[in-house]
């Protein structure tokens, strides 16, 4: 297929682009139809849904949350784990003389 786009008309060209623009929207979602399609294929041949691989993958991506091993006495909503930087009210309990296995769940 072939243009002469000297020839066109500035109206024309922006037509053009516009026909252009919609056909390549177009073009990608057909793409992305197949290759949906054509994985779920794969997926199926390993006797998989492409749901459960997508799950898996995200699950071993994710890094489990420390469990806490701290909670604070007057107030047992707020719990540390023991890592990072101590909360202000570890900080204040140490500071006021409490051993810090006083403060263990």
Do not use: C
Not at 32 to 49: N, Q
Not at 76 to 84: A, D, L, Q
């Amino acid at each position: 297929m072939s243009f002469d786009l000297t020839a066109m008309s500035r109206k024309e060209l922006l037509e053009l682009q516009g026909a252009v623009e919609k056909a390549l929207k177009d073009a990608e979602q057909r793409e992305r139809i197949e290759a949906l399609k054509a994985a779920e294929e794969a997926a199926a041949k390993y006797g998989f849904s492409l749901e459960e691989i997508a799950d898996n993958g995200r699950a071993a991506t994710k890094k489990n949350k420390a469990a806490p091993k701290y909670r604070n006495p007057q107030n047992p909503e707020e719990t540390w784990t023991g890592r990072g930087r101590k909360p202000h009210w570890v900080h204040a309990a140490l500071t006021a003389g409490v051993d810090i296995s006083d403060l263990e769940i």
